[in-house]
């Protein structure tokens, strides 16, 4: 199964019956992100993640490196992002595409940046701030 380019967000979530239609909820965090927007039209593809498909999930699964799709950051590229919280350890938190967290230390809430990635996980990556575009407050 080929995953394309244009895939903006992979999540989880049960088919329900309602009424006389069937619901997908899609979670608050892939609207608030930008990924998604309300009121727009998307395309949907649905996998099997039924026992009795263990073949076609694991082929889906390895190629969605465990279900996750490849990191959208990679190191040493440059990014201008709004610092939108702080970690518990104190640092900045930014998200990009598919609502990808990086983070930030030495930065503020709201606080515009150029950053540098300086370490990509398969959940999260770690960047430095090049330039402060805008103060925070």
């Known amino acids: 199964m080929d995953i394309p380019a244009q895939l903006r967000c992979l999540f ?9 239609s069937y619901v997908i909820e899609v979670p608050a965090q892939e609207l608030r992100l930008g990924d998604l927007q309300q009121g727009e039209t998307y395309r949907a593809a ?3 993640a039924s026992a ?5 999930q694991a082929s889906t699964e390895s190629q969605l490196g465990h279900r996750q799709p490849k990191p959208p950051v ?3 590229e ?3 992002v709004e610092i ?9 938190i930014t998200r990009v595409e598919r609502g990808f967290v990086v983070i930030v230390p ?8 150029t950053i540098e990635i300086t370490d990509v ?3 999260v990556a770690f960047g430095e701030v090049v330039k402060r575009l805008s103060d925070y407050k």
């Open 78 to 80: 440059q990014r201008t």
């Open 106 to 113: 030495d930065t503020d809430v709201g606080e515009r940046v």
């Open 74 to 76: 990679e190191e040493g």
């Open 12 to 20: 989880s979530a049960t088919i329900e019956e309602r009424d006389d």
């Open 46 to 48: 649905f996998l099997s």
């Open 84 to 92: 939108e919280d702080i970690g518990d350890q104190g640092d900045g």
């Open 121 to 123: 996980g398969q959940n």
């Open 52 to 56: 009795n498909d263990d073949t076609e």
